[in-house]
């Protein structure tokens, strides 16, 4: 069930050396299609199976590696449950943290957004409040409220539905729906 994941933690070197962050938390997010409010983090570099081995020798030696060096918290993705049709309002979701002032944003039904969080170390607060027939976790149409570590890319929100979404069957259509999702998380600035 993946509405009680709560932590993904993605590990190899296609995750770690992804050029930004919001890449790899993108690959993480269409190869699982989290539902809920999921946190995500990549292991830094590659280091999990060797502190596993660790941990049979030393726990807590290999949990404060872990948690201190290995793992990048990239923030999170909360991904609405429903049956979805494309511009349908979804979910408001709102963000607010220490030094950042609070941010609101309502996502349509095939959309993607992304809402900044503080960085790691600090906390956010998550409200969202579904549409009807959408749920977070809770049931459908139940407001969440969370708190969260910040991290290095964000809230992704994503509204394209699961169990797997659909790609438009043109091309032409598809390459547009994927630009347009890559655009809203600032995957790939022009000129980076």
Same mark, same amino acid.
């Given at each position: 069930?993946?509405?009680?994941?709560?932590?993904?933690?993605?590990?190899?070197?296609?995750?770690?050396?992804?050029?930004?962050?919001?890449?790899?938390?993108?690959?993480?997010? *269409?190869?699982? =299609?989290?539902?809920?409010?999921?946190?995500? $983090?990549?292991?830094?570099?590659?280091?999990?199976?060797? =502190?596993?081995?660790?941990?049979?020798?030393?726990?807590?030696?290999?949990?404060? #590696?872990? &948690?201190?060096? /290995?793992?990048?918290?990239?923030?999170?993705?909360?991904?609405?449950?429903?049956?979805?049709?494309?511009?349908?309002?979804?979910?408001?979701?709102? #963000?607010?943290? !220490? *030094?950042?002032? $609070?941010?609101?944003?309502?996502?349509? /039904?095939?959309?993607?957004?992304?809402?900044?969080?503080?960085?790691?170390? $600090?906390?956010?607060?998550?409200? $969202?409040?579904?549409?009807?027939?959408? *749920?977070?976790?809770?049931?459908?149409?139940? !407001? =969440?409220?969370?708190?969260?570590?910040?991290?290095?890319?964000?809230?992704?929100? &994503?509204?394209?539905?699961?169990?797997?979404?659909?790609?438009?069957?043109?091309?032409?259509?598809?390459?547009?729906?994927?630009?347009?999702?890559?655009?809203?998380?600032?995957?790939? !600035?022009?000129?980076?």
């Amino acid at each position: 069930d993946l509405l009680e994941v709560g932590l993904l933690i993605g590990s190899g070197g296609v995750l770690s050396h992804a050029p930004r962050r919001v890449q790899a938390a993108l690959m993480m997010v *269409d190869a699982f =299609l989290p539902e809920g409010l999921t946190l995500l $983090a990549v292991d830094s570099i590659f280091m999990a199976p060797q =502190l596993g081995v660790l941990a049979t020798v030393h726990e807590e030696a290999a949990a404060q #590696v872990f &948690d201190r060096d /290995c793992l990048v918290r990239l923030g999170a993705v909360l991904a609405p449950v429903g049956a979805c049709r494309a511009g349908q309002p979804c979910v408001t979701v709102e #963000v607010s943290g !220490p *030094d950042m002032a $609070a941010v609101t944003r309502t996502v349509a /039904c095939g959309d993607m957004a992304l809402l900044p969080l503080p960085p790691p170390g $600090a906390n956010a607060r998550v409200s $969202a409040v579904p549409e009807r027939g959408f *749920d977070l976790g809770l049931g459908r149409g139940r !407001p =969440l409220s969370a708190v969260i570590p910040g991290g290095h890319t964000g809230l992704i929100v &994503d509204a394209r539905g699961r169990r797997p979404f659909v790609l438009p069957a043109d091309p032409a259509q598809r390459m547009e729906r994927l630009r347009a999702w890559h655009t809203a998380l600032s995957a790939y !600035p022009r000129g980076a």
